[in-house]
């Protein structure tokens, strides 16, 4: 992206659950067409402002890259800005600026997505500007030249000078030996230092088809125009045939690993990940659900467990997190980790991190704190729906990682659902130090 | 309830650059305590948001001692005289009350966001942990040392290395002469005794504003308020007008040196005020200059034309009294000589008059044209509102800051060019490798 980017699954993610709220808060109805060539649009319309998010979703991401040509998806996003055969390079942000919006895309593992925040009287317009570019980018040397150095200090910005996140991109990648989650979305440098123009092209060739488009729109739109507009748009680009995504089953861990990562750093951190289950809706709603609460209990929340034992209690760390991301396609890296003082040592707070694990696992959560955990992932789905581009996020997500944006209500059923002994079991079967992944980020000693 | 208070003014309708566009009224009531509310009804979704925003901000940190603002703004949040910090955790837990609490250079603010259905034990929480404090020594200890731990750690941040000297070099004995956050030795400094003084001298009612946003009605809030804060009054013993004017430092340079492989450059000075006459023109200069991300010319000229950065932009804090204007960029090292002159350049040529027409109108469509998007949500209802009730501007601010924005002509843009925008008069902070890096 332009400026944002879901490039670091396991750092600092806000744990939970990014979805719609129930009883309280029934969703707006969401309505959808799909169209002849594949392209898919839904719509939730939301009258309260004249304004709307338009967001244009890619079923391509970083697990769509090739060995040695990390980081291409990402290189692409920003191509998208670099002109097409209608617009001159900028020209695009430009004038989406002059109509007060504002513009910019983010790519992760599992998809890109393209979003402007316009006047609602201004949607018609993007969508046409959408297509335009979607469908005759200029892809020109020069504009690429320039364009793999803005990535390159992206890169030099957000990892490798953040010890913090240069560990969390090692960790992912010692922890998965097959799945793709284990490249870095912004690309290895080597491998940014050796792309080049054609390798955008053949990208652009084989990714940017009718077929990988979902368009999202949320706000003061409604439902027929958009319909109407998007058919004369998206709908007329040329049907060409959709590939099946690489999607492998990742092996199941046969002992922990290990790994430090020695950095100039002011103070240690220790993260512990393992590959654990995102949903399937219909297939293992409670399994994910339970995941869910779990790391709710242990993470969300003043009363999280983790921060009352280990940061408050035991004084093993100053700032404990966890986090679980139930809606990515195959495979999730559940995280939790540790800031530690200078008086803090790693040993201390990873025994401390599974007597936790293992004190909610063997006893299992209170009637108190299993509530207290499900009414406040229910009220974040209310407070969610406060933000357009939140809802347009959560609704784009969900359609292109397959799970589908109807199945909302299903998720907070699943989550309303979990019991005591459901968390236990989870814990047990995914939460183990067997299956575990520990990575230690390592002040570098001056000489 | 309506014996309490009087209201005082109301109601301020607005249409906006949609005609379409009908903005929530902002309804105001004046506490007899001297506290005043805002409110704009929203009823879309089934929650509230409200600040409540105290003068205790970091420009009265103790000599020494920043960061004492922020610790009180997490002792108050942490617990209460009534519930310590276990059951208090459980009980807003256990209704989904989110609480939190902030710290700035001109004030200090506790937010509440709840469910409709949770506010009045929201508004019961909210009121205990302003009106309440439980000065519980241990806890004291172990937010302190806490965040002496996050300071160490933050140093790994060039961002946070600049801004601290930043801070220092502009600002000398000033206030302002610190991030609110505090820093590594005067966290260490701190005493319990620190956070109560600021405490009873400046948490008063008069000159404090309780901005609120959401699915509630001014009579429902005030029937909830009234009881909750009864008993607290009185004037604090500093507003933000007390906050003296800092004196001007030029031609400065300071190097941080950091084992990182980019160079990040703040060009630095002081700015316009919140109260600046020529403020909305210092706003649309600053958009052409590099607030108005790729349409700035900062933007085009380092990143889009050169390919020197990922990110370059420039801001002015609009604080009581001047703020910081600061130009900020990231670039491997050995190219931060290059990236630095192609500011200066773009400066030098806006200082001396290189602005035009077309350009400063594209600039006023984007901020008018993306008005509605900045009352778009409740968190940013909430975060206007105490704007304008903590610096005490006009009620018709919202209404008339299309007309303002309209209003400002090239001459006048062009004159704060000249005021503001002569790279001689910035300072200069970097943060990186003393060696020029490694080319990596």
Redesign the interface.
Same mark, same amino acid.
């Given at each position: 992206m332009?400026?944002i980017h879901t490039l670091l699954p396991l750092l600092f993610l806000s744990l939970s659950v990014p979805l719609c709220s129930a009883g309280?808060?029934p969703f707006a109805p969401l309505q959808r067409a799909d169209f002849e060539n594949g392209v898919r649009l839904v719509v939730e319309e939301?009258h309260?402002?004249?304004?709307a998010i338009v967001q244009i979703w890619l079923k391509v991401g970083g697990r769509d890259e090739v060995p040695g040509k990390t980081g291409l998806a990402h290189v692409f996003e920003h191509m998208m800005?670099k002109g097409s055969k209608a617009l001159a390079?900028?020209e695009f942000?430009?004038r989406i600026?002059?109509?007060?919006?504002?513009d910019n895309a983010f790519t992760s593992h599992d998809y890109t997505a393209y979003f402007e925040?316009v006047?609602?009287?201004k949607v018609d317009e993007v969508l046409g500007m959408e297509a335009e570019r979607f469908g005759h980018l200029s892809l020109r040397a020069e504009d690429f030249?320039?364009?793999?150095?803005?990535?390159?200090?992206?890169r030099?910005?957000r990892t490798?000078?953040?010890?913090?996140s240069r560990m969390f991109e090692e960790l992912s990648s010692v922890a998965l030996r097959l799945h793709p989650y284990r490249e870095p979305v912004i690309g290895w440098?080597q491998d940014l230092k050796t792309l080049s123009i054609e390798d955008v092209r053949a990208f652009y060739q084989e990714h940017y088809i009718p077929g990988n488009v979902t368009v999202v729109v949320v706000g003061d739109v409604d439902f027929a125009d958009v319909k109407k507009t998007v058919a004369r748009t998206f709908g007329r680009l040329a049907k060409r045939p959709v590939a099946p995504r690489f999607n492998p089953v990742e092996p199941e861990p046969i002992g922990p690993k290990r790994m430090v990562a020695t950095l100039?750093?002011?103070?240690p951190m220790l993260a512990v990940t393992m590959p654990v289950p995102v949903w399937h809706p219909g297939e293992n709603d409670r399994e994910a659900a339970a995941l869910a609460v779990a790391t709710e209990i242990l993470a969300g929340?003043?009363?999280a467990l983790l921060n009352?034992e280990i940061?408050?209690k035991q004084?093993k760390a100053?700032?404990a997190a966890a986090g679980y991301d139930p809606f990515s396609m195959g495979t999730d890296l559940w995280f939790a980790y540790g800031?530690?003082?200078?008086k803090q040592t790693p040993e201390a707070f990873e025994k401390a991190l599974w007597a936790t694990i293992d004190g909610l696992r063997d006893k299992g959560p209170d009637a108190?704190q299993l509530?207290?955990a499900k009414?406040?992932m229910?009220?974040?789905e209310?407070?969610a729906?406060?933000?357009?581009y939140i809802r347009a996020k959560q609704i784009g997500s969900l359609e292109v990682v397959g799970i589908g944006a109807d199945r909302r209500d299903d998720w907070l059923q699943a989550l309303g659902s979990v019991t005591g002994k459901d968390v236990q079991k989870v814990l047990k079967q995914w939460i183990v130090p067997a299956r575990s992944i520990t990575g230690l980020l390592q002040p570098e000693v001056k000489s | 309830m309506s014996g309490l208070m009087r209201i005082f003014a109301l109601v301020v309708f607005f249409s906006a650059?949609?005609p379409?566009?009908a903005m929530p009224p902002v309804e105001q009531v004046r506490l007899d305590n001297g506290l005043r509310v805002l409110l704009m009804q929203?009823h879309?979704?089934?929650?509230v =948001?409200m600040s409540l925003n105290v003068p205790a901000g970091s420009w009265l940190d103790p000599s020494g001692k920043g960061g004492t603002a922020s610790l009180l703004s997490a002792m108050l949040t942490d617990h209460t005289a009534r519930h310590d910090?276990?059951t208090?955790?459980?009980r807003?837990?256990?209704?989904?009350i989110?609480?939190g609490s902030d710290a700035s250079r001109d004030s200090l603010s506790l937010s509440l966001?709840v469910?409709?259905?949770a506010l009045p034990e929201g508004v019961q929480a909210f009121a205990e942990a302003a009106l309440l404090p439980g000065w519980d020594a241990k806890r004291f200890a172990?937010l302190q040392? #806490?965040s002496?731990?996050?300071a160490?750690?933050s140093?790994?941040?060039?961002g946070v290395r600049a801004a601290q000297e930043t801070a220092a070099l502009l600002y000398g004995e000033h206030g302002y002469n610190h991030r609110p956050d505090g820093d590594l030795a005067s966290l260490q400094r701190i005493r319990l005794a620190d956070l109560q003084a600021m405490y009873a001298a400046q948490f008063k009612p008069q000159g404090a504003v309780l901005a609120v946003s959401g699915d509630v009605t001014m009579d429902e809030l005030l029937a909830l308020i009234g009881p909750a804060l009864k008993g607290w009054k009185g004037a604090p013993a500093k507003t933000f007008r007390d906050i003296p004017a800092p004196a001007t430092v030029s031609g400065e340079v300071r190097n941080i040196n950091m084992?990182?492989?980019?160079m990040t450059v703040q060009l630095a000075r002081l700015g316009p005020s919140r109260f600046d006459d020529a403020f909305f023109a210092d706003m649309l200069l600053n958009h052409i200059l590099g607030g108005?991300?790729? =349409?700035s010319r900062l933007m085009?000229e380092v990143?889009?034309?050169?390919?020197?950065?990922?990110?370059v932009y420039s801001y002015f804090a609009p604080l009581a009294v001047s703020g910081p204007f600061v130009i900020s960029l990231?670039?491997?090292a050995d190219q931060a000589g290059k990236a630095l002159q192609v500011v200066h350049d773009v400066m030098r040529g806006m200082h001396d008059g290189k602005i035009d027409k077309q350009e400063l109108q594209?600039a006023k469509?984007?901020?008018?044209?993306?008005?509605?998007?900045r009352? #778009?949500?409740?968190?940013k209802r909430v975060g206007l509102l105490s704007m304008i009730g903590y610096y005490d501007l006009p009620l018709d601010y919202l209404q008339a800051w299309e007309a303002n924005i309209n209003g400002v002509t090239l001459s006048a843009v062009q004159a704060e060019a000249k005021r503001f925008l002569d790279p001689d008069q910035w300072n200069s902070i970097q943060a990186g490798p003393t060696d020029g890096g490694d080319a990596?």
């Amino acid at each position: 992206m332009k400026s944002i980017h879901t490039l670091l699954p396991l750092l600092f993610l806000s744990l939970s659950v990014p979805l719609c709220s129930a009883g309280a808060a029934p969703f707006a109805p969401l309505q959808r067409a799909d169209f002849e060539n594949g392209v898919r649009l839904v719509v939730e319309e939301d009258h309260s402002a004249p304004v709307a998010i338009v967001q244009i979703w890619l079923k391509v991401g970083g697990r769509d890259e090739v060995p040695g040509k990390t980081g291409l998806a990402h290189v692409f996003e920003h191509m998208m800005f670099k002109g097409s055969k209608a617009l001159a390079a900028g020209e695009f942000s430009r004038r989406i600026a002059a109509m007060g919006g504002n513009d910019n895309a983010f790519t992760s593992h599992d998809y890109t997505a393209y979003f402007e925040t316009v006047p609602a009287a201004k949607v018609d317009e993007v969508l046409g500007m959408e297509a335009e570019r979607f469908g005759h980018l200029s892809l020109r040397a020069e504009d690429f030249a320039k364009e793999i150095r803005v990535i390159q200090e992206e890169r030099r910005m957000r990892t490798d000078d953040d010890p913090n996140s240069r560990m969390f991109e090692e960790l992912s990648s010692v922890a998965l030996r097959l799945h793709p989650y284990r490249e870095p979305v912004i690309g290895w440098m080597q491998d940014l230092k050796t792309l080049s123009i054609e390798d955008v092209r053949a990208f652009y060739q084989e990714h940017y088809i009718p077929g990988n488009v979902t368009v999202v729109v949320v706000g003061d739109v409604d439902f027929a125009d958009v319909k109407k507009t998007v058919a004369r748009t998206f709908g007329r680009l040329a049907k060409r045939p959709v590939a099946p995504r690489f999607n492998p089953v990742e092996p199941e861990p046969i002992g922990p690993k290990r790994m430090v990562a020695t950095l100039p750093a002011q103070l240690p951190m220790l993260a512990v990940t393992m590959p654990v289950p995102v949903w399937h809706p219909g297939e293992n709603d409670r399994e994910a659900a339970a995941l869910a609460v779990a790391t709710e209990i242990l993470a969300g929340g003043r009363s999280a467990l983790l921060n009352r034992e280990i940061v408050d209690k035991q004084r093993k760390a100053f700032a404990a997190a966890a986090g679980y991301d139930p809606f990515s396609m195959g495979t999730d890296l559940w995280f939790a980790y540790g800031m530690l003082g200078p008086k803090q040592t790693p040993e201390a707070f990873e025994k401390a991190l599974w007597a936790t694990i293992d004190g909610l696992r063997d006893k299992g959560p209170d009637a108190a704190q299993l509530a207290a955990a499900k009414r406040r992932m229910i009220a974040d789905e209310v407070f969610a729906q406060d933000s357009l581009y939140i809802r347009a996020k959560q609704i784009g997500s969900l359609e292109v990682v397959g799970i589908g944006a109807d199945r909302r209500d299903d998720w907070l059923q699943a989550l309303g659902s979990v019991t005591g002994k459901d968390v236990q079991k989870v814990l047990k079967q995914w939460i183990v130090p067997a299956r575990s992944i520990t990575g230690l980020l390592q002040p570098e000693v001056k000489s | 309830m309506s014996g309490l208070m009087r209201i005082f003014a109301l109601v301020v309708f607005f249409s906006a650059a949609t005609p379409a566009m009908a903005m929530p009224p902002v309804e105001q009531v004046r506490l007899d305590n001297g506290l005043r509310v805002l409110l704009m009804q929203s009823h879309n979704v089934p929650m509230v =948001s409200m600040s409540l925003n105290v003068p205790a901000g970091s420009w009265l940190d103790p000599s020494g001692k920043g960061g004492t603002a922020s610790l009180l703004s997490a002792m108050l949040t942490d617990h209460t005289a009534r519930h310590d910090y276990i059951t208090w955790a459980d009980r807003l837990d256990a209704a989904a009350i989110r609480l939190g609490s902030d710290a700035s250079r001109d004030s200090l603010s506790l937010s509440l966001t709840v469910l409709k259905d949770a506010l009045p034990e929201g508004v019961q929480a909210f009121a205990e942990a302003a009106l309440l404090p439980g000065w519980d020594a241990k806890r004291f200890a172990v937010l302190q040392s #806490d965040s002496v731990a996050g300071a160490q750690k933050s140093l790994e941040e060039p961002g946070v290395r600049a801004a601290q000297e930043t801070a220092a070099l502009l600002y000398g004995e000033h206030g302002y002469n610190h991030r609110p956050d505090g820093d590594l030795a005067s966290l260490q400094r701190i005493r319990l005794a620190d956070l109560q003084a600021m405490y009873a001298a400046q948490f008063k009612p008069q000159g404090a504003v309780l901005a609120v946003s959401g699915d509630v009605t001014m009579d429902e809030l005030l029937a909830l308020i009234g009881p909750a804060l009864k008993g607290w009054k009185g004037a604090p013993a500093k507003t933000f007008r007390d906050i003296p004017a800092p004196a001007t430092v030029s031609g400065e340079v300071r190097n941080i040196n950091m084992p990182t492989r980019q160079m990040t450059v703040q060009l630095a000075r002081l700015g316009p005020s919140r109260f600046d006459d020529a403020f909305f023109a210092d706003m649309l200069l600053n958009h052409i200059l590099g607030g108005g991300g790729f =349409s700035s010319r900062l933007m085009n000229e380092v990143r889009e034309q050169r390919g020197l950065v990922y990110g370059v932009y420039s801001y002015f804090a609009p604080l009581a009294v001047s703020g910081p204007f600061v130009i900020s960029l990231q670039t491997r090292a050995d190219q931060a000589g290059k990236a630095l002159q192609v500011v200066h350049d773009v400066m030098r040529g806006m200082h001396d008059g290189k602005i035009d027409k077309q350009e400063l109108q594209a600039a006023k469509d984007n901020l008018t044209g993306g008005f509605a998007h900045r009352l #778009d949500s409740n968190a940013k209802r909430v975060g206007l509102l105490s704007m304008i009730g903590y610096y005490d501007l006009p009620l018709d601010y919202l209404q008339a800051w299309e007309a303002n924005i309209n209003g400002v002509t090239l001459s006048a843009v062009q004159a704060e060019a000249k005021r503001f925008l002569d790279p001689d008069q910035w300072n200069s902070i970097q943060a990186g490798p003393t060696d020029g890096g490694d080319a990596q």
